[in-house]
């Protein structure tokens, strides 16, 4: 069954330094998402891509998030200077559309990123 | 603000009881209300609704959806041990063609022996 991956699935940083973190979605899958999960906290969205742009983003991800799809399979979400709080679980989802079908978003393992 | 908020934060039973989880909602261009089961890291998808009235089944899984109240159950019957986890409610809410997840804080479901 196909599933979305991502990498690493444990980066360690220190603060101030920039991460990249990988995902490859579901290979027909149109629309990709990031999630963050604080430790013991909810799952927040933080950014929807559609057709190579940013279709919606959350007011956590300011201008030192970015994200890219460099290439016809993956799908980066990049911290220009990571802080402390940046420390949480991200996951990747996608679907195969968006809008009024195809709702269920699949998710990736996740990433955990921890700053130190 | 959206909101998604759910009931109990936690729950422990012993196996073979019936539990039912709650969660309300209060989101703009609602699209649908879905569950999820978190065990160790990636939400699993359980069910998805969109009408209300319609009960899903899956198994020892059903949910159901009231659009008009705001609110949906999760009922899982005859819990076993593996079914342990914290389970997620997320409504969609479509902007602009791209839907996001608006998650609840979970209920953690503890199922003893």
């Known amino acids: 069954e196909p599933e979305v991956t991502q990498t690493p699935s444990h980066q360690v940083t220190q603060m101030g330094q920039e991460v990249i973190l990988r995902c490859v979605p579901i290979?027909?899958?149109?629309?990709f998402y990031w999630y963050r999960q604080i430790l013991g906290q909810k799952v927040e969205f933080l950014v929807s891509?559609?057709?190579?742009?940013?279709?919606?983003k959350s007011e956590i991800f300011d201008d030192q998030f970015s994200v890219e799809r460099p290439d016809g399979s993956n799908f980066t979400l990049k911290i220009r200077s990571t802080k402390l709080e940046d420390s949480a679980m991200y996951f990747c989802?996608?679907?195969?559309?968006?809008?009024?079908?195809?709702?269920?978003?699949?998710f990736g393992p996740g990433t955990r990123l921890t700053v130190l | 603000e959206d909101k998604v908020v759910q009931s109990p934060l936690s729950l422990v039973v012993h196996e073979g009881d019936t539990v039912t989880l709650n969660c309300s909602y209060e989101?703009?261009?609602?699209?649908?209300l879905l569950w999820y089961k978190q065990e160790k890291k990636a939400p699993t998808f359980l069910f998805m609704l969109?009408?209300?009235?319609i009960e899903k089944k899956s198994g020892r899984l059903s949910s159901i959806l009231d659009k008009k109240e705001l609110f949906s159950i999760l009922n899982i019957t005859a819990t076993q041990t593996g079914d342990s986890a914290v389970y997620l409610c997320?409504?969609?809410?479509?902007?602009?063609?791209?839907?996001?997840?608006?998650f609840g804080q979970g209920t953690r479901l503890t199922i003893n022996p």
């Open positions: 969109t009408s209300s009235g």
């Open positions: 290979s027909n899958h149109l629309y």
């Open positions: 997320a409504v969609g809410a479509t902007i602009q063609g791209a839907q996001k997840l608006v």
């Open positions: 891509f559609y057709n190579n742009e940013i279709s919606e």
């Open positions: 989101v703009t261009n609602f699209r649908s």
């Open positions: 989802a996608s679907t195969p559309g968006g809008g009024a079908h195809y709702n269920e978003q699949f």
